[in-house]
């Protein structure tokens, strides 16, 4: 999996692409051309069609199958519970998009407007784009190299006409590659609220998230805090938990002590979680009193609270 170097001198330095740490990152030789200190005009026409969109959040994790994509949704489906809140859903996890099956939107397609890509709907509130919906088959890959990728990610983000929205939640790749440093670089001047990042317990999925954590520092994305998901699992006769995937070096809790992030909530495991995505429904409508949709539900209000007292600073800066 491609990755930021740790000691990536950044894309501005004077290093850039030519320091000992660029050699087999993906990015040297962009980096070296120059080409990535001049910016894009997209970035600019992007910060426009921002400026109905309040708060943006990029959903990450540092390794697949961690149900980073499964969190997307249901943060979605959470959010659009209050049918004032205009919430939109991108998909640009290009290679594997799963939004479509999860979001019950298979065999949807993309329609052009005068506007622009017009989002496909879930409800009236809930709009959804990815490049699932671009496909002939759900069977289809998608086998793009990052320049290919890079431009759908850049259409999605200026062409797509969401409208007035709230919240604008990008469910991305695991790992830090090219689509990450896209959605960064064109976000940039939109202001993004920040990411969460998903991981499980064990060791094998955290020591990715630690790399995801300094991804985000180096490219100085803000930090809305770890969920640890699939974080035990809570019988639903004798109320008794399990360890499925034991938190053998302290879990989540003991790594954002360590790094200095928030650690916004445990996701314990549900059987239900996994149906209700493969029929492509909201999981909180089926099981409203499982500890699962508790603990989304709490950790789904963290995020609005970090989101508004953001705005608020943001404010506070621009009347001062």
Known sequence: MEEVPHDCPGADSAQAGRGASCQGCPNQRLCASGAGATPDPAIEEIKEKMKTVKHKILVLSGKGGVGKSTFSAHL???????????????????????????????????????????????????????????LSSPDD??????????????????DVDWGEVDYLIVDTPPG???????????????????????TTPQEVSLQDVRKEINFCRKVKLPIIGVVENMSG?????CKKESQIFPPTTGGAELMCQDLEVPLLGRVPLDPLIGKNCDKGQSFFIDAPDSPATLAYRSI??????FCDLRQSEEENLINS
């Not at 090219?178 to 609220?193: F, G, P, W």
């Not at 789904?300 to 609270?305: H, L, S």
Request: glycine residues 10%.
């Open 76 to 134: 979605a489906h959470g959010l659009a519970e209050d049918e004032n809140t205009q919430i939109a859903l991108l998909d640009i996890d290009i290679c594997g998009p799963s939004i479509p099956k999860i979001m019950g939107l298979e065999g949807e397609q993309v329609h052009q407007s005068g506007s622009g890509w017009s989002p496909v709907y879930v409800e009236d509130n809930l709009g959804v784009m990815s490049v699932g919906f671009l």
């Open 141 to 158: 890959a998608v086998i793009w190299r990052g320049p290919k990728k890079n431009g759908m990610i850049k259409q999605f983000l200026r």
């Open 176 to 198: 830090t590659s090219d689509e990450h440093l896209s959605v960064v670089q064109y976000l940039a001047a939109a202001c993004i609220d920040g990411a969460v990042i998903i």
């Open 233 to 237: 699992f809570i019988c639903p006769k």
């Open 300 to 305: 789904i209000q963290r995020i609005q609270e």
